[in-house]
């Protein structure tokens, strides 16, 4: 069968027509079963809305002639994330955190929007008061002012699973009490299957689906979405985070009070202070916000890369800055949430995390990887970058290593000390530099992303987002060389006894030597000794190939002398019938000589 090579304009219909092909199928396809079927479909049509327009807009249009009538690209994506919001806030459930978590990428999406979607941490409509009551009946067997000294009827914040109402214990200990919301089981189901249908469409786009494992992610944040609604085990991840921590005064954890939790009601202590993206009522406090962006980018560090327990969804809604006692104030000064808190210079504070339900645990097979890589960025080493990715699995078999460590080393020497605020402003010179140094390697896209990150890298791009909005002047370079010193130096103590046994047995072996050298010496002088050399396999072929190559030539080079013998005897008077015979002999020589060097 002849192979016929396709143009790249037929490989590109072909490509849509099976896009095509499964959306319909999909739209034809019977919805999962025990989910909310209006739900579902209207997700996954909002879905398929959004990716019709990239393929009409940015594929279709994006080519020569046709890109004239392609429209900016920025008003359509704000569009579209306008559309998302109002469907999220509308609907509720998983699309909240969906919208949260691109709300929070200031540092590589455009305000304008990041600015459609911000509106998500504080859009989320309440359940009825008389639903919360009725869950809490369901849970204890009893009603809430049996269970509760008092419970506030005004919710204190409304999330996308839960939500939170301060109350009073019967000991007097000021609490907030997270509720799941009622059915919200069947909603995270509809949610997921909507969201794993999405991700099936975006199998048709290679470059990603080559490197993303979709079908392994579509498991994993079914799983890790499905703990969030597992009270219990976020009250265990709460404590587990406090012992982390126990020593770090700058964290604070809230106490969980299992007496007062059951299966969807969830009793921590009140710790509902300055929320963490209030950058005015911060900065009224006299709180140094780059401090707090300091020290909330070292806590992520420790998670990362000392303790391995990612708190993996760190919004500004679930992160608060507790204001602490300045030195000049009484001894006895304590501020409670919501307590007013006068301004004094450079006041002291407390980073406080709440909402446990999506934590990640980086596997053991990663966690040499990663401490190898900000070791490696710390100290600006590329080749030891380079490793990393190796380790961690980040890298295909088929990358050229030296490329990628020559631009990691070039982006070193670009962005070095480069703050979070200018991020933005260089990006496009130096991404028209590296696409014009690197347009072999970015073509390539020699990465691949194993699913055990994902959740990680998801957190820490949501921290960036916040600490650039704490800080513009933020310069994470500088924050992660004592980081790195640290961990080079922990390596070190870690190793030494290891280190020391080898120096041991390299110095035996050294003592051996001058016995050795004796014997070698007295082989030689008696002649015993016979050399062998060899090639390495590697070498071997190449020498092999370059030889059949020159050998190749040699017999060109002969049969092209006789063609142009043949021919200049031939065009003569007298050597006619021999031109004819060293031709044809030119053309056996040729064919011998391919057939022969093969």
Sequence with gaps: MVNQQRTPEEIQQDFHRQLSQTLSDSFKKPAPSKIDIKRYRKIRWFFAKAFIQ?????????????????????????????????????MGGVLIKLGQFLSTRVDVLPPEVTGE??????????????????????????????????????PLGAASLAQAHVARLPGGQEVVVKILRPGIEVLVETDLAALALALTWLKFYKRLSTRVDLDWLTREFTTITLNELDFRAEGRNAEQFAEDFADDPGVYIPKVYWDFCAARTLTLENVGYI????????????????????????????????????????HPGNVFVKPL????????????????????????????????????????????????????????????????????GVLLPSADRKRIEAATADVFQRTWGV???QVRDMAATEMNYFVREYRDLIYEAPFQFPVDLLFSLRAMGILSGMATNLDPNFDPWAEIMPFAQRLAQDELQKNWQGWLREAVA??????????????????FERGNVIVQTSLAPNARKSIERLEKSVNR???????????????TMNNGT????????????????????LIKER
């Design 574 to 593: 007298d050597g006619g019938t021999l031109g004819g015979w060293l031709m044809g002999l030119a053309l056996v020589v040729f064919v011998w000589g």
């Design 54 to 90: 990239v393929i009409w807009w940015d594929v279709i249009l994006n080519r020569p002639i046709l890109d004239w009538f392609r429209t900016p690209p920025l008003p359509r994506w704000q569009k579209i994330a306008r559309r998302y919001r109002g469907l999220a806030v509308e």
């Design 419 to 421: 703050k979070m605020g």
């Design 117 to 154: 979607l911000a509106g998500l941490q504080d859009e989320i409509p309440p359940e009825p008061i008389a639903a919360v009551f009725a869950q809490i009946q369901e849970d204890f067997g009893r009603s809430h002012t049996q269970v509760f000294e008092w419970f506030s009827t005004e």
């Design 325 to 392: 006692r300045h030195p000049d104030e009484p001894p006895e000064t304590v501020f409670g949430p919501n307590d007013p808190v006068p301004h004094k210079p450079n006041r002291p504070f407390q980073v406080v995390f709440v909402d446990f339900g999506m934590v990640v645990t980086i596997p053991e097979r990663l966690r040499a990887a990663l401490r190898e890589y900000v070791i490696g960025v710390g100290t600006r080493d590329a080749y030891r970058v380079v490793k990393a990715y190796d380790d961690a």
């Design 275 to 314: 929320k963490i993206g209030d950058l005015q009522a911060i900065d009224a406090a006299g709180i140094d916000r780059a401090k707090v962006a300091k020290k909330f980018n070292n806590i992520y560090m420790e998670q990362l890369f000392v303790t391995h327990l990612v708190h993996a969804d760190p």
């Design 506 to 523: 390299l110095a035996q072996t050294f003592l051996k030597l001058p016995a050795q050298f004796d014997r070698i010496l007295t082989n």
């Design 553 to 567: 030539l040699s017999w060109v080079v002969l049969a092209v002398g006789l063609l142009v013998a043949g021919t």
